[in-house]
């Protein structure tokens, strides 16, 4: 089976070139040579400051923001506890849920969920593509529905989840040759390059970079090959979090989307 | 990328300012402001609009030509092309003659209560 990264990251060939390089000929002047031109300024981010917090009173002691993605259609949800400490839990589908997360599972069965993602005190629900309700209406349902959950001693996780979860050594090596063999090889026509930094628990931590960085297409490359790549070698594996400061890429392979390449 | 119309930013200087009129960058082009109100010596407010026009790959606040500046914070607001303007604050960070400030940010996310 041909990996996502080959189809999409084609090599072009190189043809060989019968004619000689020409080289032009250095032009003696007697005019001075010109200075040399000044070095380019590193681009630095100030921290986004957030508003005043506004949350209104905790319903029922547990204070839930959410926040909205319409590009994405996904809502992540963010508590005022620890949802899940160390491990982080992915759920592709309703049947992950019902062996590893309770929690999880009262979303899917709420309806309208595509995939959960439970790490540390956020849960993030990409939707399904069926409802109708505007996604700030689903936020404020299924919110409901976590809040009622919690207040009944639901779970985050099974008992059984930690069972034959590889050590963070084992999904080190795991990912690692996935990105060796597979992942690198495949973007590097784009001058781009994948780096482990770490896995905490089961949450991998990578960056993107070289022609990557801050590319238009990293989200995608980033969810349908890595991310893919990355479930079929550790299915075990939760969170996968991109600390690429993409801001300041400053050779990104495309710098907007191509038309028809959407997310 | 929206179309970047004209965006307004508000900046506090701290203990050192160049004084100086500051410039920005669009996708590489430099830029004068279109209006600017105050100063940016040491503890003043400068208030400016810059008038880009264009949709930004990239959006700098280029740093002093000598010496530093240090900001303590900034608050800008962004008017593009089809949507209603949002407004984004960002904390303190010093400039120098090597570096340049991002000041392009996308509208962030809504964040409600539920």
Redesign the interface.
Known sequence: MGSWFSKVFEKKKLEESAATAVVPEAIETDEAPESALP?P?????????A?AD???APEGGI???????EAKDTVT??FDRQLLDGYSCWCADRKAAEASSPLALAVFDAGGAGTVLVYSSTLAVTRDGTGREGL?DY??R???VL?ESLLAGVEAATPDFLEGMPSEEEFRALLQEVIDTEINPGIASHSGVITLNRVRGNTAYITMGGGCQGCAASSITLRSGIETSFRNVAPKLGALLDETDH??GANPYF??LPAGMGV | ?PRLETFDMKIKTGKRGPDKAPWYEINGFKLDFDEMTGGNGPAETLELTGEPQS?P??L?L??PSEGEWD?E??EITYHVMGAPPYT??????T?D??????I??DR???????
Do not use: C, Q
């Not at chain 1, 300024?41 to 400051?49: E, F, H, N, Q, T």
């Open positions: 070095l300024r590193k681009v630095i981010s100030a921290p986004i400051l508003d506004s949350t209104t204070a839930i923001k959410a926040k909205l993605d949800f963010l700030e936020a404020r299924i919110g409901g809040r801001e300041a710098t907007d | 990328m949709f790959h990239s700098v280029v740093g900001i914070g900034i984004l604050r960002l904390g303190g960070v400039l003659a090597e570096t340049n400030l991002n392009w940010y962030p996310p809504k964040v409600i209560d539920v």
